[in-house]
C-alpha cells in the first residue's frame, strides 16, 4: 500500500541531490565561457555575487581569480550543501526579489534560469528595473533565461527515474503549457518509503517580450546573446543571456 503524496516546496527535498542530479551540467565549461566573454567585454571578475547560487558549483568555478566570492540562494538546504561543499566562500540565505547590487562588486550573476521562476510579467519587468538602478558605473549584470525552443526540443518528452547515491528515488516529468507559456516540472520523490512531490514551475517568455523589458532605462548598455556564443539571440534561439553594463 502506497503512502500519501505530499506536496513541498521546491528544493526542500532534491536540494539534498541536487548536484547529482544536474550531473550533465558542464559548469565548469559554463564558468570558461562566462570569464573569457568577461575578459572580451572587459568587465572585470575580481568580485563576483551569485543572487541565485543554488549548491555554489558555477560560483565556484568562477572564484579563481576572484578576490571576492558571494553567492545568496532563497533555499536553506542549498546555502547549507554550498557551505559544505566550498566553506572558503561566503555563502547567505537570501531572496533574489529583494537584493541589489552591492558595493564593492564588479559582477553580479542571475543565472541557472531562475529568473524564469518569476512567473508575473509586471514582477519580472519591476525586478530589471530595480537592478539596473542599481547598478554603479563599474559594475556589471549577466541574467539568463531558457527560452520556448529549449523547452520545445529537450523538455516535451523528458520522463526518467532515478536512483540517487543517498537511497531516493526520483521520478522527474515535464509538462509545458505553450499557450500560457508555462513549463512545469514534477519531481516525485521516495523517500524513506514516503512519497513527496516538488512542483517547479516556470515561466517561459518569447525573446522579443524579454528583450522589451530591458530596454528603456538610460544609462545602460544591453547586449543580448544567445548563451554559450557570441552571437545576437533572436526569436528561435534556446537560451538567452542579457549582459547589462553602466556607462
Known amino acids: 500500500m502506497s503512502h500519501p503524496l505530499h506536496i513541498i516546496p521546491p528544493y526542500s527535498r532534491s536540494a539534498d541531490f541536487y548536484d547529482e542530479l544536474m550531473a550533465d551540467i558542464d559548469y565548469e565549461g559554463w564558468a570558461e565561457y562566462l570569464l573569457d566573454l568577461s575578459a ?5 571578475t575580481d568580485a563576483i555575487i551569485d543572487f541565485s547560487c543554488g549548491t555554489g558549483t558555477l560560483l565556484h568555478h ?8 558571494r ?9 547549507q550543501q554550498a557551505k559544505t561543499k566550498y566553506p572558503k566562500h561566503e555563502w547567505l540565505v537570501g531572496d533574489m526579489m529583494t537584493a541589489t547590487m552591492p558595493e564593492g562588486f564588479s559582477l553580479g550573476i542571475n543565472l541557472h534560469d531562475s529568473l524564469n521562476y518569476i512567473k508575473e510579467t509586471e514582477v519580472l519587468q519591476h525586478y530589471i528595473h530595480r537592478m539596473q538602478k542599481s547598478c554603479k558605473p563599474g559594475q556589471s549584470l549577466y541574467f539568463d533565461f531558457a527560452l520556448p525552443a529549449l523547452i520545445e ?19 522527474r516529468r515535464h509538462k509545458y503549457l505553450k499557450e500560457k507559456n508555462l513549463c512545469l516540472t514534477y519531481l516525485e520523490i521516495t523517500h524513506r518509503g514516503q512519497r513527496v512531490l516538488e512542483i517547479h514551475p516556470q515561466r517561459i517568455w518569447p525573446f ?20 554559450f ?6 526569436e528561435h534561439s534556446e537560451r538567452l543571456l542579457v549582459v547589462i553594463t553602466h556607462d
Open 208 to 227: 522579443h517580450e524579454l528583450k522589451e523589458m530591458f530596454i528603456g532605462l538610460p544609462g545602460q548598455n544591453l547586449l543580448f546573446l544567445e548563451e
Open 40 to 44: 572580451e567585454l572587459n568587465i572585470p
Open 229 to 234: 556564443s557570441y552571437l545576437e539571440a533572436h
Open 153 to 171: 526540443k529537450y523538455f516535451i518528452h523528458q520522463d526518467e527515474t532515478k536512483h540517487m547515491q543517498n537511497g531516493d528515488i526520483v521520478h
Open 71 to 79: 553567492g545568496l540562494d532563497i533555499s536553506e538546504s542549498m546555502i
Open 62 to 69: 568562477l572564484s579563481a581569480k576572484a578576490r571576492q566570492i
